[in-house]
């Protein structure tokens, strides 16, 4: 029995779409998170497979007739999906290296999350904003606009198409770009205030070398970074809303 007569149409349909929604689901913020249970993403990934299997249904669609040939469709579908799940991916780590940074300042950056809240052994920061992040993710309906992005993901990218490497592989420069530029932006108040303060005990060490600026010095930083973080912690995460919410809107794919 060849390929061809094995799969019916409407099998091989979901099994592309599956291909890439499943993987793009491994990933992306608010379903790809290392404490979802596998069970609970794998249903996500059929019930949105299903769902979205009659809307990107290309008008023909061709079905392998050697087995090289499937495997090249799901290997296309695969690294589509794959593309958009690490892109979208990288607006969270965006969070957790802000929080990696408060934390080197404020001196919190030998208290670790556990490892079952962040992908692996963090800040406690970064795990905080990591939870406040994805919570703020399904509030404000960015899982919602996710997944419109996958739908549209088709309309520049047909099932079964070959993907233009060269146009990824600048798109997601530009991704890791943006994500390195927003945890830069959401720490910047913790940065210009910390150089401001180290710089100040400095000076206050030469003036008065008998001062113990290390114990001076941690508990203020302590409670001025915490304070300060509840302070502009709204502000973070409605920056964060706006950037993810811009890639998701205008993603495409050449």
């Given at each position: 029995?060849?390929?061809?007569?094995?799969?019916?149409?409407?099998?091989?349909?979901?099994?592309?779409?599956?291909?890439?929604?499943?993987?793009?689901?491994?990933?992306?913020?608010?379903?790809?998170?290392?404490?979802?249970?596998?069970?609970?993403?794998?249903?996500?990934?059929?019930?949105?497979?299903?769902?979205?299997?009659?809307?990107?249904?290309?008008?023909?669609?061709?079905?392998?007739?050697?087995?090289?040939?499937?495997?090249?469709?799901?290997?296309?579908?695969?690294?589509?999906?794959?593309?958009?799940?690490?892109?979208?991916?990288?607006?969270?780590?965006?969070?957790?290296?802000?929080?990696?940074?408060?934390?080197?300042?404020?001196?919190?950056?030998?208290?670790?999350?556990?490892?079952?809240?962040?992908?692996?052994?963090?800040?406690?920061?970064?795990?905080?904003?990591?939870?406040?992040?994805?919570?703020?993710?399904?509030?404000?309906?960015?899982?919602?606009?996710?997944?419109?992005?996958?739908?549209?993901?088709?309309?520049?990218?047909?099932?079964?198409?070959?993907?233009?490497?060269?146009?990824?592989?600048?798109?997601?420069?530009?991704?890791?770009?943006?994500?390195?530029?927003?945890?830069?932006?959401?720490?910047?108040?913790?940065?210009?205030?910390?150089?401001?303060?180290?710089?100040?005990?400095?000076?206050?060490?030469?003036?008065?070398?008998?001062?113990?600026?290390?114990?001076?010095?941690?508990?203020?930083?302590?409670?001025?970074?915490?304070?300060?973080?509840i302070l502009v912690i709204s502000g973070m995460l409605m920056t964060f809303r706006d950037v993810y919410a811009d890639w998701l809107t205008v993603i495409e794919i050449y």
């Open positions: 029995m060849t390929v061809q007569a094995f799969l019916s149409g409407e099998l091989y349909l979901l099994m592309l779409v599956f291909s890439r929604i499943g993987t793009a689901l491994m990933f992306i913020p608010g379903f790809g998170e290392s404490f979802l249970s596998t069970r609970i993403r794998l249903i996500a990934a059929l019930v949105l497979t299903w769902a979205l299997a009659p809307i990107v249904r290309p008008e023909t669609l061709r079905l392998p007739s050697e087995p090289f040939l499937l495997f090249q469709d799901v290997f296309i579908e695969v690294l589509v999906g794959l593309f958009l799940g690490l892109s979208a991916r990288m607006f969270i780590t965006a969070l957790i290296s802000a929080g990696q940074m408060i934390s080197q300042i404020i001196g919190l950056s030998n208290i670790f999350v556990m490892p079952n809240v962040a992908i692996q052994l963090g800040s406690v920061i970064g795990g905080f904003l990591l939870l406040a992040g994805l919570v703020f993710i399904f509030a404000s309906g960015l899982h919602l606009l996710s997944i419109d992005a996958l739908a549209r993901s088709y309309a520049g990218m047909p099932l079964g198409q070959p993907p233009d490497i060269t146009a990824m592989t600048q798109n997601f420069i530009a991704v890791v770009a943006t994500g390195f530029r927003l945890a830069v932006q959401l720490a910047s108040p913790f940065l210009v205030l910390g150089f401001v303060y180290y710089l100040g005990l400095g000076l206050m060490n030469k003036a008065m070398q008998q001062l113990p600026v290390f114990f001076v010095s941690i508990p203020a930083a302590v409670a001025g970074g915490v304070l300060m973080l």
